[in-house]
Structure formats: structure tokens, C-alpha cells
């Protein structure tokens, strides 16, 4: 990635994944990444999967941006966590209802 745009690539996101370097310098994060596929589909094993990422994974980035006076952190995650129903359009204020591993662990980030 060009490097004049501030753009860096760490690797895996993880509790102990290593910010610093990647966030010297930088005003703005923007957050989309995300663990979506578990391999094992029993619910408690996924459950735990996701959340390794998309929970744990997520505030440890928050908490080094923070520390590293980074601005703003710009966190993109998903419509799942308002549930399967698509019967009428989500709101902002539509109440949250993850029904799937991966929409709790993206709706526990938060």
C-alpha cells in the first residue's frame, strides 16, 4: 500500500497485536476489518472465534489508537446486529438483536 497515504498493514488482529508502529503519526483510523468465517460451526466454538477478533481483537486497536492520540476511529461493523428480520428497513435507533456468532461478536465490540 502507498505509503503516503498512511495506509499500514499489520497482520492478524488479535488481543496482542502490536499497534504502535502503524499508528505513529496517524490522525484517523478507519475499522472494518473482521473475522466472519469459523471453519467448526458449533455455536460455542464460533462464538469464541469471533470474538477473538471482532471483540477482543477491536478494543485492543481502540485502546493502542487511543494511547497513541490518534483522532477519530472510524468503526464500520454490521447490519447483522440487528437481527435477520427484512421485512422493514433498520434504523439508527432500531434495537440491536444479533442472532448468529458472528453479529454478537461484532455487536459486543461496540
Same mark, same amino acid.
Given at each position: 500500500?502507498p ?29 472494518? @476489518? =473482521?473475522k *466472519?468465517? /469459523? ?5 460455542? &466454538? $464460533?462464538? !469464541?472465534?469471533?470474538?477473538?477478533? %471482532? #471483540? ?8 493502542? @489508537? =487511543?494511547? *497513541?492520540? /490518534? ?5 464500520i &461493523? $454490521?447490519? !447483522?446486529?440487528?437481527?435477520?428480520? %427484512? #421485512? ?8 440491536? @438483536? ?13
Open positions: 500500500m505509503s503516503h497515504y498512511g495506509q499500514k498493514v499489520v497482520g492478524n488482529i488479535t488481543v496482542k497485536t502490536g499497534w504502535v508502529d502503524a499508528l505513529l503519526g496517524i490522525n484517523v483510523v478507519v475499522h472494518c @476489518a =473482521a *466472519a468465517h /469459523v471453519l467448526e460451526k458449533t455455536a460455542a &466454538s $464460533s462464538l !469464541g472465534e469471533f470474538r477473538k477478533v %471482532n #471483540t477482543a481483537g477491536t478494543l485492543n486497536l481502540a485502546e493502542q @489508537a =487511543a494511547k *497513541a492520540g /490518534v483522532r477519530r476511529f472510524v468503526f &461493523s $454490521s447490519i !447483522g446486529v440487528n437481527g435477520n428480520n %427484512n #421485512t422493514v428497513p433498520f434504523l439508527e435507533g432500531s434495537p440491536a @438483536a444479533p442472532q448468529e456468532a458472528y453479529a454478537v461478536s461484532k455487536h459486543e465490540e461496540r
